[in-house]
């Protein structure tokens, strides 16, 4: 293999940073996932209902973006639930980016996060359809309860 080819399939930086989750980005990002949601779960979705939207941020919040040269692949929400919890929302990797760490990084920078803003439990939720998610929940740690 040359040197060239190598170049070609290097996998561009990861960027991940807060933003608005009224950025354009973030509800783009968001109405993907919504539009794959309804693809794995048809039966939860009325026909005509309304796309999902972000809420503004609360006191002790985060919404991540993961960038690859200047194109959004990735994010990821921390909300809280109470003063000692959060929970995990949001967290949606484009197709083309899978299997790339985007979605462990973001999960990543999450927990940490949570550590810094002095939770000591996160929660998440996710279907039971989507079991490359609850296989990186995983392998992260995480545990079913």
């Known amino acids: 293999m040359t040197d060239s080819a190598l170049m070609e399939t290097a996998i561009a930086p990861l960027v991940i940073e807060p ?15 919504a539009r794959e949601a309804r693809t794995l ?24 973006l993961a960038w690859r040269e200047d194109v959004a692949v990735g994010c990821g929400a921390l909300r809280r639930l109470d003063g000692q ?14 299997r790339e760490g985007v979605g462990r990084a973001l999960l ?10 002095g939770y000591r439990r996160l929660l998440l939720e996710t279907g039971t359809r989507q079991k490359p998610a609850a296989a990186l929940y995983r392998a992260a740690g995480w545990r079913r309860i």
Do not use: C, H, I, K
């Open 108 to 117: 990543a920078r999450l927990e940490a996060d949570a550590l810094a803003l």
């Open 41 to 64: 779960y048809p039966e939860l979705f009325a026909l005509g209902s309304p796309a999902p939207t972000n809420t503004p941020l609360g006191e002790r919040e985060v919404y991540l």
């Open 19 to 33: 933003v608005d989750p009224m950025d354009l980005q973030a509800l783009a990002l968001l109405a993907e996932a």
């Open 85 to 98: 919890r959060g929970e995990l929302r949001r967290l949606f990797v484009t197709p083309q980016a899978r």
